[in-house]
């Protein structure tokens, strides 16, 4: 269905265009701020406006923090119809691309 990347090891092969938080910003989250991961699909799916893709961007609203182990709640309305707006996504540090203190 699909996997998470590790934003950890794709700013490390790409640091100067893939962007990432630095671990003071990750270590500050608490429950009820966002964190963006990014999914990678099984299969292509296909934007509202037809344009096929093979992975997302999406907030997740944090819901539990334990060490590095989050679960949150998803926060867009995916593309991907097997994903829906509201369900539980367990999660680590090394899955944020970004962060939204609420």
């Given amino acids: 269905m699909y996997s998470l990347l590790d934003c950890i090891a794709q700013n490390n092969e790409h640091p100067t265009t ?3 938080p630095d671990a003071e910003d990750i270590a500050q989250l ?7 991961i990014v999914f990678l ?3 292509t799916v296909h934007t509202p406006h037809g344009v096929p893709v093979n ?7 944090i ?13 867009n309305e995916p593309n991907n119809k097997k994903l829906s707006l509201g369900m539980d996504i367990k999660f680590e540090t ?3 691309c970004n962060v939204n203190f609420n």
């Fill in 18 to 20: 893939f962007h990432i």
């Fill in 30 to 36: 608490k429950v009820g701020d966002f964190a963006k």
């Fill in 41 to 43: 699909y099984d299969e």
């Fill in 55 to 61: 992975s997302e961007r999406m907030w997740i609203k």
């Fill in 63 to 75: 819901t539990e923090i334990n060490n590095s182990e989050f679960k949150g709640e998803l926060d």
């Fill in 94 to 96: 090394k899955h944020i």
